[in-house]
């Protein structure tokens, strides 16, 4: 490792693995880290990613394809069904893929792109000298090495600390935060070609249910909860997984089991400073409704090269600059989608089993296949004119969306 590079990456997951390559790729000279020993695992995932959203940023490989998405089944607390095609699902259907694989393939394609990769490399703080990240301190099998940089990367996760370092408020309420438990199972008879989901408060309040299939009877099935439904006196995401679990598959066998978080806040009011840019969860970029944020981490891991690059090449990596080339740009391409998903999240956090009910009503008979966002609106409308004041602010994108489709 040298004592000095263009721009350190913190975190070899999608974001980092993006930003790295970009750089790279613009000719910087990057360090892309990452404090596990294998890049991808262990998996923190349901692993559900958009098809198209994915080929804007690698080539499709079937090495890390488990399950090829048709589209998804909804299931209301009272059982109905809405089904919705793949293309209008969101960000986290389409593929399901083995993250161990797809990951390592990402940081490959950095290292390919010419940056240094090292795992078993944890930051444990930044320089910061005159007010400027100046690089970071790491640790490598029990060693402390100095590194300096124009620009720190801070793409280390929902746990991030590289932000907080630099005096960025990236905390998390509980409300904030979706707390998830998730089994992969084998022994399932599902269909391979849908995810499924599941919603109501009994199930999962103020979260919900999924099944995610991984190919040969094999899927992810876990559960997302609002942090403030959980906590001491209340039950576990895992008590409600279980439940589930027991009730639906009575046959399956767990063979993995995984525990985290995603942020699922909106954006938060800073992601950069002199010297330091944060991308993906760190900067708490997943999507507040679902909490998906693998596409979300890899449209914004570019924004985040391409800015690295553009300051680095000015000579000012300052706050002013990083402004203008990475927090316009995501905010209003990715962050724009999240500004939009809280609206939507807010308004059906309210809704008691009974409104969610007579919403899938109104919507089991409408074409997804065929279905712009107007129609969908006007579905919502029948069923509950409350619910589309409170969205009205989606209608000027919607409105934007029918004029561009008719060009
Ligand atoms: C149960 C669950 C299910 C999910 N399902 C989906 C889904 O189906 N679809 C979807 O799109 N999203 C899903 N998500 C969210 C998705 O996993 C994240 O949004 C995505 O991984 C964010 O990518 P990232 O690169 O920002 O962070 P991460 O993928 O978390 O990568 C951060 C990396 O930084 C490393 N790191 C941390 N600290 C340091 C340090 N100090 N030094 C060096 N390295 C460090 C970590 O080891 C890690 O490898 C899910 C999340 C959970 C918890």
Same mark, same amino acid.
């Given at each position: 490792?040298?004592?000095?590079?263009?721009?350190?990456?913190?975190?070899?997951?999608?974001?980092?693995?993006?930003a790295a390559k970009?750089?790279?790729?613009?000719?910087?000279?990057?360090?892309?880290?990452?404090?596990?020993?294998?890049?991808?695992?262990?998996?923190?995932?349901?692993e559900g990613a958009?098809?198209?959203?994915?080929?804007?940023?690698?080539?499709?490989?079937?090495?890390?394809?488990?399950?090829?998405?048709?589209?998804?089944?909804?299931?209301?607390?009272?059982?109905?069904?809405?089904?919705?095609?793949?293309?209008?699902?969101?960000?986290?259907?389409?593929?399901?893929?083995?993250?161990?694989?797809?990951?390592?393939?990402?940081?490959?394609?950095?290292?390919?792109?010419?940056?240094?990769?090292?795992?078993?490399?944890?930051?444990?703080?930044?320089?910061?000298?005159?007010?400027?990240?100046?690089?970071?301190?790491?640790?490598?099998?029990?060693?402390?090495?100095?590194?300096?940089?124009?620009?720190?990367?801070?793409?280390?996760?929902?746990? &991030?600390?590289?932000?907080?370092?630099? !005096? +960025?408020?990236? $905390?998390?309420?509980?409300?904030? %935060?979706?707390?998830? @438990?998730? *089994?992969?199972?084998?022994?399932?008879?599902?269909?391979?070609?849908?995810?499924?989901?599941?919603?109501?408060?009994?199930?999962?309040?103020?979260?919900?249910?999924?099944?995610?299939?991984?190919?040969?009877?094999?899927?992810?099935?876990?559960?997302?909860?609002?942090?403030?439904?959980?906590?001491?006196?209340?039950?576990?995401?895992?008590?409600?997984?279980?439940?589930?679990?027991?009730?639906?598959?009575?046959?399956?066998?767990?063979?993995?089991?995984?525990?985290?978080?995603?942020?699922?806040?909106?954006?938060?009011?800073?992601?950069?400073?002199?010297?330091?840019?944060?991308?993906?969860?760190?900067?708490?970029? &997943?999507?507040?409704?679902?909490?998906? !944020? +693998?596409?979300? $981490?890899?449209?914004?891991?570019? %924004?985040?090269?391409? @800015?690295? *690059?553009?300051?680095?090449?000015?000579?000012?990596?300052?706050?002013?600059?990083?402004?203008?080339?990475?927090?316009?740009?995501?905010?209003?391409?990715?962050?724009h989608e999240i500004?939009?998903?809280?609206?939507?999240?807010?308004?059906?956090?309210?809704?008691?089993?009974?409104?969610?009910?007579?919403?899938?009503?109104?919507?089991?008979?409408?074409?997804?296949?065929?279905?712009?966002?107007?129609?969908?609106?006007?579905?919502?409308?029948?069923?509950?004119?409350?619910?589309?004041?409170?969205?009205?602010?989606?209608?000027?994108?919607?409105?934007?969306?029918?004029?561009?489709?008719?060009?």
């Open positions: 490792m040298k004592d000095r590079y263009d721009v350190i990456v913190v975190g070899a997951g999608p974001a980092g693995s993006i970009t750089a790279a790729e613009k000719g910087l000279d990057v360090l892309l880290i990452e404090k596990r020993q294998e890049i991808g695992d262990p998996v923190r995932c349901a958009s098809k198209i959203y994915l080929k804007n940023h690698v080539e499709i490989d079937k090495k890390w394809i488990c399950a090829d998405l048709k589209g998804s089944r909804i299931y209301a607390p009272d059982g109905t069904l809405i089904e919705m095609a793949e293309e209008i699902s969101g960000g986290e259907v389409g593929y399901v893929l083995e993250r161990k694989i797809f990951d390592r393939a990402l940081a490959e394609k950095a290292a390919e792109a010419g940056a240094e990769v090292r795992v078993k490399t944890r930051a444990t703080d930044l320089i910061i000298e005159d007010g400027f990240v100046k690089g970071a301190r790491l640790m490598h099998l029990g060693k402390k090495y100095e590194v300096r940089a124009d620009i720190v990367i801070g793409a280390d996760g929902v746990e &991030s600390k590289v932000g907080r370092w630099a !005096g +960025i408020d990236t $905390a998390l309420k509980p409300a904030d %935060i979706e707390t998830c @438990a998730q *089994y992969l199972m084998t022994g399932l008879d599902i269909d391979q070609e849908y995810c499924e989901f599941y919603i109501g408060g009994k199930l999962a309040p103020g979260g919900y249910v999924w099944i995610f299939p991984k190919g040969e009877g094999k899927a992810n099935v876990g559960i997302g909860l609002l942090g403030s439904e959980t906590g001491k006196f209340k039950p576990r995401p895992i008590d409600y997984l279980n439940k589930f679990v027991e009730k639906r598959f009575p046959e399956g066998r767990i063979i993995e089991m995984v525990l985290g978080g995603v942020p699922v806040s909106g954006s938060i009011e800073k992601t950069s400073t002199n010297g330091l840019i944060l991308v993906g969860d760190a900067a708490r970029q &997943s999507d507040p409704i679902t909490g998906g !944020g +693998i596409i979300n $981490a890899m449209d914004a891991g570019k %924004i985040a090269g391409e @800015a690295a *690059y553009e300051a680095i090449s000015a000579g000012d990596v300052s706050e002013e600059m990083l402004e203008e080339a990475y927090e316009k740009r995501w905010r209003t391409t990715v962050g500004d939009m998903s809280l609206v939507v999240k807010n308004c059906f956090i309210n809704l008691d089993d009974e409104a969610l009910n007579s919403l899938a009503h109104s919507l089991k008979d409408v074409k997804f296949e065929r279905m712009l966002l107007l129609d969908l609106l006007y579905a919502l409308f029948k069923a509950n004119k409350k619910l589309l004041w409170d969205l009205r602010v989606l209608f000027k994108d919607a409105a934007k969306e029918v004029a561009k489709n008719k060009l």
